[in-house]
Each structure stands twice: as structure tokens, then as C-alpha cells.
């Protein structure tokens, strides 16, 4: 069964700095989608970034990027130019081809310094 | 826009009493999917259904049953809520099959049992 591990409960950064969150998954598939969701104190949960297993390329989304290393099971989501309105939970997800639910990382509460 | 609509943000419910906790989506999404969310464990879910009538069990099915009657309706109930069964809902739902489509939520439903 797939696994999701998001090793750091709580992290923190200062307003305009960059944070990076680690994920890392198991798998034994060779195809797959992973997610990052965002989870703000609203509870709405927001997509904000995915990444197909296929693509080399790792996905961009304005400040939000990753970094998909697929031999290592890591998939990392790197925050440029902090905002206040990016403190949230942040939530890493799996999600293999022909299935809909996804399997959740436990999260990683992200505060923002200003 | 997307929208997955819960019918509670916040409901307080006795110790044994049948709880019904609805969803509706309105992107004509084949998927449903209620996720439980506790602190420190991330989302688990709970049922997933992939098409009108059909439902399948998650990670922690127990306590719970759920109906899907209707393609955009996804209910799940607690047949005799237990104080264990506090928790936060969120109900999501997806596009089918290979486009890896990602999964939209609604706002989350707070349940207390007393």
C-alpha cells in the first residue's frame, strides 16, 4: 500500500523568505499523481500545486514550485517570497492512475513571520 | 466555480443519536469521498463512492455507513454517535478515471458529540 510522510510537524519563516516542505512517499507504481493542498484556518481545502510522475519537469505555480525527485520518493514544495496569507496547513497527497481518493501526508503547519 | 457544498459547518450531537452529514457537488464529479481529519493523523478516509449507489470502504469504515442515491449527493452517516466520532468531516469529490483530475472539497463539517 502506498504510503505518505510529511516528517515536519511545524515550520516557520519570515515574511518575503523562502521555505521549502519535505514529503516523501512508497510506492511500488511507476505512474502516479501527487498533490499539494493548503488547508487555512478557514478549513477550505485549496489545491496548489500537482505533479504527474511522468513529467520530468518539476510543476510551477507563480510562487509555489516543486521539486520531484522520483527515484528518491521525495516531492518537496518549495514557497518563494513568503506571505502572510500563506500560513496554513499544508497537506502533500498520492494518488495512483484510475483511482480517485488520495492518500494524505499528516501535515505540516506553516507559520509566517512578519 | 468549483463547488462542493456541506450542509453543516458545525453540528453538536448526543451519544447515540443516527447522524446524517450531506455533500453536494455540482461538477458532475463520478467520485465522493468523506475523509475524517484529526490532529496529528492528517485526512483518512473513511468511504469513497465511484458511482451512483455504489460505495467502498477506506482505512475506517467502522461506526459509519454512507448513501449515494443521487450523482451529486454523497451522505455519510453515524448510525449511534460515540464521543470518539468528534472530529472534523470534509467531503470531497473528482473526475473519474486517467486525467488525474484533483480532488475539490468542501469547508468541513465540525462534529461534537457529546
Known amino acids: 500500500a502506498q504510503t505518505v510522510t510529511q516528517s515536519q510537524p511545524e515550520m516557520s519563516v519570515q515574511e518575503a523568505e523562502t521555505v521549502t516542505l519535505s514529503c516523501t512517499y512508497d510506492?511500488?507504481?511507476?505512474?502516479?499523481?501527487l498533490f499539494w493542498y493548503k488547508q487555512p484556518p478557514s478549513r477550505q481545502m485549496i489545491l496548489v500545486i500537482r505533479?504527474?510522475?511522468?513529467?520530468?519537469q518539476n510543476a510551477t505555480e507563480n510562487r509555489f514550485s516543486v521539486n520531484f525527485q522520483k527515484a528518491a520518493k521525495s516531492f518537496s514544495l518549495k514557497i518563494s517570497d513568503s506571505q502572510l496569507g500563506d500560513a496554513a496547513m499544508y497537506f502533500c497527497?498520492?494518488?495512483?492512475?484510475?483511482?480517485?481518493?488520495?492518500?494524505f501526508g499528516k501535515g505540516t503547519k506553516l507559520s509566517v513571520k512578519p | 466555480d468549483v463547488k462542493v457544498t456541506q450542509s453543516s459547518r458545525y453540528l453538536v450531537k448526543r451519544t447515540g443519536e443516527k447522524v446524517f452529514l450531506e455533500c453536494v457537488q455540482d461538477?458532475?464529479?463520478?467520485?465522493m469521498f468523506w475523509y475524517r481529519q484529526d490532529p496529528g493523523l492528517g485526512l483518512r478516509l473513511i468511504y469513497f463512492?465511484?458511482?451512483?449507489?455504489?460505495?467502498e470502504k477506506g482505512d475506517i469504515p467502522e461506526g459509519y455507513s454512507v448513501s449515494r442515491e443521487k450523482k451529486e449527493r454523497f451522505s455519510l452517516i453515524l448510525e449511534s454517535a460515540s464521543t470518539n466520532q468528534t472530529s472534523m468531516y470534509l467531503c470531497?469529490?473528482?473526475?473519474?478515471?486517467?486525467?488525474?483530475?484533483?480532488?475539490?472539497f468542501g469547508q468541513g463539517t465540525r462534529l461534537t458529540v457529546v
Open positions: 461538477m458532475d464529479h463520478e467520485n
Open positions: 510506492t511500488s507504481e511507476s505512474d502516479y499523481y
Open positions: 463512492s465511484y458511482d451512483v449507489k455504489m460505495k
Open positions: 497527497a498520492y494518488r495512483s492512475p484510475g483511482q480517485g481518493n488520495l492518500i
Open positions: 505533479q504527474e510522475a511522468y513529467k520530468q
Open positions: 470531497a469529490s473528482s473526475g473519474g478515471g486517467r486525467g488525474g483530475t484533483e480532488a475539490f
